[in-house]
């Protein structure tokens, strides 16, 4: 039986997961299986439909609107940085200050696309919480469920995602340097990098469902490593398809989702519906 931090116990954990003895590469397949599965409830849901796209246009939003700014001041941004062109004749003060004003909405331009996709995940937040508590009600509902104030939650959710942004600096820096040796740089590196990402991803996206059963990231971390193969299906499965360019913000719903039902899968809980 393990306890939430205020030491009020919350959910039995039995000694092994129900998952079928398939070996390492079905249990691995198994995993990506519950990406696909997150994904089908997404989809034939409208409500989580909406729960999910909300985000993204919260976010395009302050995106048009701050690119809009940038072009409404362009001109002025323009001739700020350029002050020699001043005493220029008419045309070539007119040709740089085009030339400027065209750099700054480039720059804006491709900040807005490296940005979205982060800023999109913040706003998403709570809307993501509320797919993976909708999922689990659909199975039904969450056994040993704790009530945590939202400050407290919010500081140690806080904690336990720096723990994992330092584990994926500590991991990735080899990587990265790794990535120079010919042929291992090339193919091996790689599959590393994509188990160690999907690794962290599975984490982190199984934080929400984790904290409302009162466990901690050590509680996480062990519980999904009794089934590690399944784990790893579903967050390098995750891990690739966020390498799509937008595809966390397509993506992200259907693996928060499925994070929901991995969760309830390493911790012994129905994921059958009805």
Excluded: H
């Excluded at 500081?155 to 990735?172: E, M, Q, T, Y």
């Excluded at 193919?187 to 962290?200: D, E, Q, R």
Aim: aromatic fraction near 8%.
């Amino acid at each position: 039986m393990c306890r939430s931090p205020l030491g009020s116990a919350v959910v039995n954990v039995p000694s092994n997961i129900t998952a079928p003895v398939t070996g390492a590469v079905g249990r691995f397949f198994s995993g990506v299986g519950l990406l696909l599965r997150g994904l089908g409830l997404y989809v034939r849901s409208p409500g989580l439909m909406l729960l999910g796209i909300v985000p993204a246009l919260l976010s395009g939003a302050l995106f048009v609107g701050a690119f809009a700014t940038l072009v409404y001041f362009v001109d002025d941004l323009a001739a700020l940085v350029t002050p020699f062109a001043d005493d220029w004749s008419a045309t070539a003060r007119g040709l740089v200050r085009v030339i400027a004003g065209l750099a700054f909405l480039g720059v804006g331009g491709l900040l807005g696309v490296l940005t979205f996709t982060a800023v999109t995940l913040v706003i998403g937040d709570p809307f993501y919480e509320k797919i993976s508590e909708r999922v689990e009600e659909r199975y039904g509902g969450t056994p040993g469920a704790v009530e945590v104030p939202f400050w407290s939650s919010l500081r140690r959710s806080l904690v336990d995602s720096l723990r994992l942004v330092a584990i994926s600096v500590l991991v990735g820096i080899p990587l990265f340097a790794a990535g120079f040796i010919p042929v291992v740089g090339q193919t091996v590196v790689p599959v590393i990098g994509a188990a160690v990402g999907g690794w962290l991803l599975a984490l982190e996206l199984t934080g929400a469902p984790f904290s409302r059963r009162g466990l901690r990231l050590p509680d996480r971390r062990a519980r999904l490593k009794v089934d590690r193969p399944t784990t790893l299906g579903f967050g390098v499965a995750v891990f690739v398809c966020f390498l799509i360019p937008l595809g966390a913000v397509l993506i992200m719903p259907a693996a928060v989702a499925g994070a929901a039902l991995l969760t309830r899968r390493s911790l012994g809980q129905s994921i059958e519906e009805g």
